[in-house]
């Protein structure tokens, strides 16, 4: 499956974990090279009304320091699909119930895998 099409049904499970109250954490990870950005984190937010996640850009050299926000759900889907394949190669979902692994492999293919989940309750990101 083209990776595009299995990103699309990944984030309907990050959605779906949100929804629940499951999402516990988002980690964009395996770059093409050694770059300085090292791994895009999500975590989610209190937040009244809209669901509001803590978007923070982790750097390789320690003298450059993280750069966090809050955003929506939807706009920080727009960051990940920004630095898909360009530089991360997969994205890894954990939730309470289980963690999923989107993989984009050499050929362009994307694939989804779920394993045991490695949290057991959901730690919001403090502001």
Do not use: C, W
């Not at 390789?60 to 809050?70: I, K, L």
């Not at 694939?111 to 309750?121: K, L, R, S």
């Amino acid at each position: 499956m083209p990776y595009q099409d299995a990103f699309v049904l990944f984030l309907e499970q990050v959605k779906e974990s949100v929804q629940k109250g499951e999402f516990a954490k988002l980690t964009m990870a395996k770059t093409i090279g050694k770059l300085e950005l090292k791994n895009i984190f999500l975590r989610p937010v209190a937040s009244k009304g809209d669901v509001k996640v803590l978007l923070k850009f982790s750097y390789r050299p320690r003298e450059t320091e993280d750069v966090e926000t809050e955003v929506t759900l939807e706009e920080a889907f727009d960051v990940l699909k920004e630095h898909l394949k360009n530089p991360f190669l997969s994205v890894l979902l954990f939730t309470t119930t289980k963690d999923v692994t989107f993989k984009i492999n050499k050929k362009g293919a994307g694939t989804i895998t779920e394993n045991d989940p490695t949290f057991h309750y959901v730690k919001e990101a403090e502001k």
